[in-house]
């Protein structure tokens, strides 16, 4: 039976094996075997037919390769990936420290695409609850694979499926289905975090239900809104209000949330009130800019912002520099001297040094001075290897007016 080979231009296969890089592009391809069909694992060759990675082929896709194993000799195949499924879970709740919680209090991304060598996948897990999100052709292909694993190693209540990302079209793929792979999501469904109790929405919220990925940023926000006796927030993109409640538990007495959903701020609303917390936070359904122009200067002692993406295509970065840029230097105007600005950024297009500018632009701007008191990244179910900077997209950067 013949190997089913995809073979590297020569000018490009030191670079590739060098840097080991997951992406592959279309222009690095020298040429592909008969027998290889859209979606199947193959080996990667040099131009002199030496097999050095597997990986898995879209023709369909400017990223023509995406490599899962740099180890030519592994079996990758169902065994193998179910196996790994569990290790990297196994790992990831060794270094969350949540290994030996109840499995219905764990709550992590389980699977991070290519951050995880599993290209396309991802799997965030909110105690027994799973919600799956399949980007690529080959997670799309393989989905009865996971399903049937996830099962399997966690006896889950239920698997939720959210692939309405619009990265799928780049691997040709032309639907973006949701719901139900597997159980039923109990009618009010909330999750157990830092003691507090959250409602999440599954089917209908942003991402897979709840940023998991802010778990740190909610802790410092907690810290320093209590070290420096912050009395009045704004939180700007609050969507479900978790932000809020690690807030009002540092003692801040004056919260507002303002986001323009009102379906997330029906949400907020509810889980300020079950955690006995409603009469800190004041839900306002607005547009953040129109909110922030009508706030007075100089009022607030601490402001959130966390805004979606203003960038999904390198060749629109200019433009969301300039937003960014006009976000941050309006918040900035409304802090009191002393104040906090907890701002972030979810782009993997914009780098550290890029958003270091224009935090600088922002405050040069309107004439402020601020000091950068800390820098927040994601937790370890959300790392990215050193080979694969488009992993990093989350940044948090803590700045106080001076």
Not at 1 to 18: H, L, S, T, W, Y
Not at 28 to 38: H, I, L, Q, Y
Not at 118 to 131: A, E, K, Q, T
Not at 184 to 210: L, M, R
Request: glycine share 6%.
């Amino acid at each position: 039976m013949q190997q089913k080979i995809v073979k590297i231009r020569k000018e490009r296969e030191q670079r590739i094996i060098f840097n080991k890089h997951p992406w592959i592009f279309s222009g690095a391809v020298e040429n592909v075997s008969s027998d290889v069909e859209k979606g199947d694992i193959v080996s990667v060759a040099d131009s002199s037919g030496n097999i050095f990675a597997q990986a898995v082929y879209n023709p369909r896709s400017d990223i023509r390769l995406r490599v899962i194993s740099w180890n030519k000799d592994e079996s990758v195949g169902i065994v193998w990936l179910s196996n790994k499924i569990k290790d990297i879970s196994e790992n990831k709740e060794r270094l969350l420290n949540i290994d030996k919680l109840p499995e219905d209090r764990k709550n992590y991304r389980v699977i991070y695409s290519e951050c995880d060598n599993i290209p396309g996948l991802i799997v965030d897990r909110y105690g027994l609850m799973f919600v799956v999100q399949f980007q690529t052709l080959f997670a799309d292909e393989r989905r009865d694979l996971w399903v049937s694993t996830l099962k399997k190693l966690f006896n889950p209540i239920a698997i939720y499926e959210r692939s309405d990302v619009e990265v799928r079209k780049k691997e040709g793929l032309s639907k973006f289905p949701t719901g139900i792979l597997h159980g039923e999501i109990p009618k009010d469904f909330f999750i157990e975090e830092d003691n507090f109790n959250i409602v999440i929405d599954i089917p209908n919220g942003q991402k897979t239900g709840y940023f998991l990925d802010l778990k740190n940023a909610r802790k410092r926000v907690e810290y320093w809104c209590k070290t420096l006796n912050i009395k009045y927030l704004q939180n700007y993109f609050g969507y479900s209000g978790s932000f809020n409640l690690y807030a009002a538990r540092a003692g801040v007495e004056k919260i507002e949330q303002i986001e323009v959903s009102q379906q997330a701020n029906d949400i907020a609303s509810r889980n300020s009130k079950i955690n006995g917390y409603e009469n800190k936070v004041n839900i306002i359904t607005s547009d953040v800019f129109d909110y922030l122009t009508k706030t007075n200067d100089a009022s607030v002692d601490a402001i959130i912002i966390d805004p979606p993406s203003f960038v999904k295509q390198k060749d629109k970065i200019q433009n969301a520099f300039e937003g960014y840029e006009r976000l941050n230097s309006q918040a900035m105007k409304k802090l009191v001297k002393g104040g906090l600005l907890f701002t972030f950024c979810c782009s993997s297009y914009v780098s550290e040094e890029d958003f270091q500018k224009i935090l600088f632009k922002s405050a040069a701007g309107i004439k402020s001075e601020f000091k950068v008191l800390e820098k927040i990244d994601t937790d370890a179910d959300h790392s990215w290897p050193l080979n694969f900077p488009e992993g990093r997209y989350l940044q948090g950067w803590i700045l106080q007016k001076i």
